[in-house]
């Protein structure tokens, strides 16, 4: 299987963005991860199937994560703050299978 990100960018503080993740063939366990740089990469949301969800406590409130269809999956992005600075990641959660990552760049 093969995961593809879209939908990052350049957004001021408060604003929004989606993030999409388009894989090849269904996954049932999809993840959203972060690497701010020098940092560690950190996992954002989890979602199982259709509508099982979790997501870290860093950005709940502000983040959702949502299935579209088979294939594609959302991290919807609100209230964006200056250390939501960098790169996502789609994952299938538990494998080595990565997307190429998007990078979110939050400004002043």
């Known amino acids: 299987v093969q995961l593809v990100e879209s939908g990052g960018g350049l957004v001021q503080a408060g604003g929004s963005l989606r993030l999409s993740c388009e894989t090849s063939?269904?996954?049932?366990?999809l993840a959203w991860y972060r690497q701010a740089p020098g940092k560690q990469r950190d996992v954002v949301a989890l979602?199982?199937?259709?509508?099982?969800t979790s997501i870290a406590d860093s950005v709940k409130g502000r983040f959702t994560i949502a299935r579209h269809n088979e294939r594609t999956i959302y991290l919807q992005m609100n209230n964006l703050k200056l250390e939501d600075t960098a790169v996502y990641y789609c994952?299938?959660?538990?494998?080595?299978?990565w997307g190429q990552g998007a990078q979110v760049t939050v400004s002043s």
């Open positions: 994952n299938a959660y538990g494998t080595d299978i």
């Open positions: 063939g269904y996954v049932y366990h």
């Open positions: 979602i199982r199937g259709v509508d099982d």
